[in-house]
Structure formats: structure tokens, C-alpha cells
């Protein structure tokens, strides 16, 4: 069985539309007019496919087709339709469309699953203005809770409350409703990195999704003049703290592997040409599918800190800020994915993925699994974010394979 590679590219087409920039992407938060406009329309097409659709507490859209009633468990397919401000058509939409695909691929060869089959759009899976990421998949997984999300509002002054209800969600009723069961959960999404296209391969299988690991640090010297201080008397923190951004770069690169180490943000006190640096401070992440090479990278780093410290005779300050485990996703449900690649001659390999996505919270909660589409030039958040249909189309076939075996033996 096959998706119809067409149909899907221009679903991708339409959707982009809504929220599209001229020259500059597609800006479609959540909750913003493109947005609500764009859930219209979904719910509209999935009612047309002859699905029950359903707007739950936190605003995601469910749709549900029957089984045959052998299983009680829905397998659920989905991602997001929320974009970051100048973002592309294929970061979340991807993976909702491709599902969307799917059901009417198996309407067209009139096949019906031993379970019920549920596509999902989760709600503001993007960093937005109520400050909560992956907001539908980590309320469903309880990891968020409607006292959390209460008092949130945006830089209008619009509260979540009023922002969830417009989209059919009710916060008052987030904690009320039992979690939902299902057998697994498979998610499509664009790899948004460059190792598939490296590797020259369309699809990835992922099997993990990294830890993320965030300390802020604080380098304090002796601020003091520029001019009237001889170098050998000088406690300079930005001298101490440029030593450790290096040092941070070269244990990473002997790594020699998937773990990342960044520091993205670096600011210098009070940053005068003619005073010497007091303090500085900044952040570094650490990211990594691998527990014990990301705690000892993480020690290594530190050790290395203290030792500037002690040459440069500066105060040191570490605090850890952030610190999600790294998630595994389900070997049965991999299993299927690579039988499914392998019986249609479809080369992939299997990786972690380096960002977040709502298929992490699922994992919670039930099997759980992601497939990756090539990147080109591995471009992602951006207008020039892109996918060739080849490698869609291989991704989804790989997951409309996969997901008939999960129906057969879950
Ligand atoms: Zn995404």
C-alpha cells in the first residue's frame, strides 16, 4: 500500500497558505487568526474523511475512525500545526498531514484497522507567548497542570483561558478528564539537522530524543580602569570566562560524537571599552542521547571552569537551571518501522533526535516513536526550510507500513 505523494504535497501547499508572509514563511502561532483559521479547516477535513472529531480541555484536535472492534485502544498519528514567527511550511505540518494522508490512503483501499485510528494536532507545540512549549502533549501527559497554565497571558494581556477556549478547549477542565488510553503513538516529523542528507539517506527511524541539560554561570572579577591597571594586577572576568567558552568547544569535539555542548548567551558587565570586564555571565547547554558521556562531558566541563578559576583568581557561580532526561523511544515500535523500510528496499538510519518534540511527552504515557524526513542543507525554523517529495513520500509509506504491523501484533 502506498500514499498518493500528489494529494499530500498539495495539502502541504494549502496549509502553507494560511499565516504565509509574503518572501518570509509562514508565522502561524498558536492561538493567533491564522491559526484559528487553520484549525477550521482541519477540523472540516477530517469530518469530510469521515471522522469523529473531537476539541479536548487544552485545545488539541482529535480525529477518530472506528476500528473493527477487535482492539479497544486507538494507534494515533499526529504532530502540530503551530509554526514559530518566519518559520516553513514542514515543521509539524508535515507530520499532521502525512497522517491525514495515510487515512485517506487506507479509506481509498478500503482497509479497516483492527484498532481505532486517531489523528492528533497538539496545541502550541512551539515556544510562544504564554511561555509553555509542547503545551497540548505535556498537559494530555499531566506534566503541565491547569494551575500552571491558569495565570498565564500574552503581551496583549489575552489570558490562556480565553485564548484555549476560543479554540473549543476548557482549562477549568484539564485535571477533570481521565488520560487518554491508546496502544502507540507514531510521529513524522523533519529532521531539522543535517546527518540523513549527510548520509545521503530520505528517512530516519529515531530511537531516542536527547536530554537537555542548562547551567548559568557567573564569572566575577575586579572591575577596574582600563588605563591606570598593569595587566600583571588585573582580575579581568571575561578574560576567565572567553578561556572557558573555549575549553567547553574543545572537550565536546573530542568527544567525537553526538553529544553537543553551546554556550548561546554571554554577557559582559558593565561592557565599556575603557573598564576592565567585572562579570560576566552566561549559559551552557549541554545536550546528549546518552546519560553517561552527557554527566561526564558535564564534569569535565566543570573541572575545567574551577581550574580558570583558580589561574585567573576570579569568583566562580554554577547553577543549574534546566535538566530533562533524555527520552527512549519504543523498540517494538522501531522494530516495525525498520521492518517496514527494509521490506520496501528503503535504506535509513536510525538516530537520536537533538530537539524536544510532542512525541517525548507521549512517551510517558504509551509506546511511543518518531520518523525523520531528510533536511536540505538541514534548515529548519526558517522560510528556506525545505523537503524534496521523494524523501516525504519514502518517509510516509515507511510509516503507513509500520503502522499496519503495529495493528496486527499490538
Ligand atoms: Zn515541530
Not at 546519560?291 to 580558570?308: C, G, N, Q, Y
Amino acid at each position: 500500500m502506498k500514499i498518493n505523494i500528489n494529494r499530500l504535497m498539495s495539502a502541504i501547499e494549502s496549509y502553507a497558505t494560511y499565516g504565509q508572509v509574503e518572501g518570509c514563511g509562514v508565522t502561524r502561532p498558536s492561538f493567533s487568526k491564522a491559526d484559528y483559521q487553520v484549525r477550521n479547516l482541519f477540523i472540516q477535513e477530517l469530518k469530510d474523511l469521515g471522522m469523529t472529531v473531537t476539541v479536548d480541555a487544552i485545545a488539541n484536535i482529535w480525529g477518530t475512525l472506528p476500528g473493527t472492534g477487535e482492539k479497544e485502544k486507538p494507534i494515533v498519528m499526529g504532530s502540530h500545526l503551530d509554526t514559530v514567527p518566519n518559520g516553513g511550511k514542514y515543521d509539524g505540518a508535515l507530520g499532521v498531514l502525512v497522517a491525514k494522508e495515510i487515512i485517506e490512503t487506507l479509506r481509498e483501499y478500503e482497509v479497516t484497522l483492527a484498532h481505532p485510528l486517531q489523528i492528533v494536532s497538539f496545541t502550541a507545540e512551539e515556544a510562544n507567548e504564554f511561555n509553555f512549549s509542547t503545551m497540548g502533549s505535556r498537559t494530555l501527559s499531566r506534566r503541565l497542570h491547569a494551575e500552571e497554565l491558569r495565570g498565564a497571558s500574552d503581551k496583549t494581556g489575552t489570558t490562556l483561558e480565553a485564548a484555549v477556549k476560543k479554540a473549543g478547549g476548557d482549562l477549568s477542565k484539564i485535571d477533570a478528564g481521565q488520560q487518554n488510553a491508546m496502544a502507540a503513538y507514531f510521529e513524522l516529523h523533519i529532521e531539522q539537522g543535517s546527518k540523513l542528507e549527510n548520509q545521503n539517506l530520505s528517512v530516519g527511524i529515531v530511537d531516542s530524543i536527547v536530554g537537555i541539560y542548562r547551567d548559568l554561570v557567573t564569572v566575577e572579577g575586579q572591575q577596574n580602569h582600563s588605563g591606570t591597571t598593569v595587566m600583571k594586577n588585573r582580575k579581568d572576568a571575561l578574560v576567565a570566562a572567553g578561556e572557558m567558552v573555549a575549553e567547553v568547544q574543545k572537550l565536546a569535539i573530542a568527544l567525537d560524537s553526538d553529544t553537543v555542548a553551546t554556550i548561546g548567551k554571554f554577557e559582559v558587565f558593565p561592557n565599556a571599552a575603557n573598564i576592565i570586564p567585572g562579570r560576566v555571565d552566561f549559559t551552557l547547554e549541554v545536550r546528549s542521547a546518552d546519560k553517561t558521556e552527557r554527566d561526564a562531558l558535564i564534569r569535565r566541563i566543570h573541572d575545567s571552569f574551577h581550574s580558570i578559576q583558580e589561574k585567573h583568581e576570579v569568583n566562580l557561580t554554577i547553577v543549574n537551571s534546566y535538566n530533562m532526561q533524555e527520552c527512549d523511544f519504543d523498540k517494538e515500535l522501531i522494530n516495525f518501522l525498520e521492518e517496514a523500510a527494509t521490506e520496501m528496499g528503503i535504506p535509513y538510519a536510525v538516530l537520536p533526535s537533538m530537539a524536544g518534540h510532542d512525541a517525548m511527552n507521549l512517551a510517558a504515557m504509551t509506546k511511543s516513536v518518531m520518523v525523520f524526513v531528510k533536511s536540505i542543507n538541514g534548515i529548519s525554523h526558517s522560510p528556506q526550510e525545505f523537503s524534496l517529495p521523494e524523501d516525504i513520500e519514502k518517509s510516509a509509506n515507511v510509516l503507513l507500513n509500520a503502522l499496519l504491523k503495529a495493528d496486527q501484533t499490538l
